[in-house]
């Protein structure tokens, strides 16, 4: 514990982390965590990993190097600069001890009753503990601060951020609602989420019966080790167990590649198998996409910047079931409602459905399809395409492998394709009458789910 009179500077020697507090099982500690390379945030880290399990939410990160910043603990815990006395974060208590529980809970205590007046559990990071309660009120947000996960009364969503939103807003990319099998939910009283130990992320309302089971792989299997499920900086949902030497992926809610909201950045096209290229396709792809990401500050398309206009056929929206949409007669009615609009960035419209989606952020990346009715219009900002190539010879040959990789993957592909084409005419009569695993409705036959 940390008693009232504690003060701690960062020690510019050291190297991705300081501690200065453990826990009782020497499993968790507190620590001065290194951010970039010059500086710091305060953090609790899982210790045989070093993974951080919580950060502090601060406004922005202090110095690790120059000796100005320090933690105190005054009654609260208190990031500030020793030289300026700037505030970076603080719990804002009265209290008497700092303690750090064994399952990495960080808690400002009374010593009389010990009553808890702040704890770290409830303003959570990234990431969520075994036993763990996420309320209504919290929200995991990735380190990166692009994807945020939030309950609603029934579900719990995970959302992209679009510029100057709080996290919980924004377009939602992923919805899990409530199977209600063993308990229904009531109206009027909110939901919560608890990592269950058992293997599962459970949903409960007021009882011990849950009203969700979101089971992992070990589900139900005898697990000592510790667990976690953290909001990761690619969109995922990932949970994981601790097996005494390293964490093991134990649940992904995206299992899909091209179904990350920027699985290849903006203005990237997705194909299943064979991985990004760009909506464009007289542009190169390269790792940060086919276009600088959207400026914070910009304003988008409404702050009166000059667009031009990009088409093309053979893409859908990676989680189209979760946008809105309009029907309209044709194509060009579907562009018409977003060509005036400047909080539209562009239209995905499908011929055999009608249904026209409207893009109301920067366009992400899509997923190419291998149907030609499904059509895309998209307002390209002029000015900041970057332009492919002028990066020299080591450029072109990543370029080089990753097209030589993409290659040797479409020729397995087709020969597969090949061979199950060969194999007859009862697989294409199965698939013609619709049915299917459930699972291939979600990809190529979506098209009779619109209908
Ligand atoms: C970490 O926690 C587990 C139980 O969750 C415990 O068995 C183990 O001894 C702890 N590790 C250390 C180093 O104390
Ligand atoms: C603790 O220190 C901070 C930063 O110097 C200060 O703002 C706060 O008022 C202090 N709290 C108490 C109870 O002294
Ligand atoms: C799980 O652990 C409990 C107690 O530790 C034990 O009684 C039980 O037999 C175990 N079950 C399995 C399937 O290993
Ligand atoms: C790019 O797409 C346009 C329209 O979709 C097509 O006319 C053109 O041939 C394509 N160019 C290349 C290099 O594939
Ligand atoms: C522009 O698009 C947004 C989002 O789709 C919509 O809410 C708004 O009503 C549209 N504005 C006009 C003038 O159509
Ligand atoms: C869209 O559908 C209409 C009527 O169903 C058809 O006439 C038209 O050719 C289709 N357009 C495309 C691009 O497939």
């Known amino acids: 514990e940390l008693l009232v009179g504690f003060t701690a500077t960062p020690d510019p020697g050291t190297g991705s982390f300081q501690e200065l507090l453990t826990d009782s099982t020497g499993n968790y500690s507190l620590c001065f965590l290194r951010v970039q390379r010059n500086q710091l945030n305060l953090g609790v880290i899982h210790r045989p990993s070093e993974i951080p399990v919580w950060s502090a939410a601060v406004e922005r990160f202090p110095n690790w190097d120059g000796g100005e910043t320090r933690v105190l603990f005054n009654g609260s815990l208190v990031l500030a600069s020793g030289v300026t006395g700037e505030v970076y974060w603080s719990t804002q208590t009265s209290g008497d001890r700092v303690f750090l529980s064994d399952s990495s809970n960080l808690v400002v205590q009374k010593f009389s009753g010990g009553i808890t007046l702040w704890q770290s559990f409830d303003f959570p990071s990234d990431t969520l503990v075994e036993n763990q309660n996420f309320t209504p009120a919290m929200a995991l947000v990735s380190a990166n601060g692009l994807y945020s996960m939030k309950l609603g009364h029934d579900f719990f969503g995970l959302y992209q951020k679009i510029a100057g939103q709080v996290p919980g807003s924004g377009q939602m990319y992923f919805r899990h609602g409530a199977l209600q099998a063993k308990a229904e939910i009531r109206n009027g009283q909110p939901v919560y989420l608890i990592l269950e130990p058992d293997g599962f992320l459970g949903m409960f309302q007021n009882s011990l019966i849950p009203v969700d089971v979101l089971a992992f792989n070990t589900f139900q299997r005898n697990m000592t080790g510790n667990r976690r499920v953290r909001l990761e900086s690619d969109g995922n949902l990932k949970a994981y167990y601790w097996t005494g030497s390293g964490w093991v992926l134990d649940y992904q809610a995206i299992t899909d590649f091209c179904d990350l909201p920027r699985s290849c950045g903006s203005y990237g096209l997705c194909r299943q198998g064979a991985g990004c290229s760009c909506l464009d396709n007289r542009t190169e792809f390269s790792s940060g996409g086919c276009a ?123 020969v597969r394709m090949y061979i199950l084409k060969r194999r007859g005419i009862e697989l294409e009569e199965g698939m013609e009458s619709g049915v299917g695993p459930y699972k291939d409705l979600g990809s190529e036959s979506s098209r009779s789910i619109e209908l």
Do not use: H, Q
């Not at 304003?299 to 949409?325: A, D, H, N, Q, T």
């Not at 005036?340 to 990346?365: H, I, K, L, M, R």
């Not at 899509?366 to 450029?395: I, N």
């Open 292 to 414: 600088p990401a959207e400026d914070e500050n910009s304003g988008g398309l409404c702050g009166g910047g000059r667009f031009k206009i990009l088409r093309r056929s053979g893409v859908e929206l990676p989680f189209k079931e979760l946008m809105g949409y309009r029907k309209t007669a044709s194509m060009e009615a579907c562009e018409a409602t977003c060509a005036a609009n400047c909080t539209c960035w562009g239209v995905v419209y499908s011929n055999s459905s009608g249904f026209c989606y409207s893009v109301d952020y920067p366009v992400e990346t899509l997923v190419a399809v291998d149907d030609g009715t499904k059509m895309g219009y998209f307002k390209v900002r002029e000015g900041v395409r970057r332009s492919g190539g002028g990066l020299g010879a080591w450029f072109g040959a990543v370029l080089g492998a990753v097209f030589g990789v993409s290659l040797i993957l479409l020729g397995i592909i087709g």
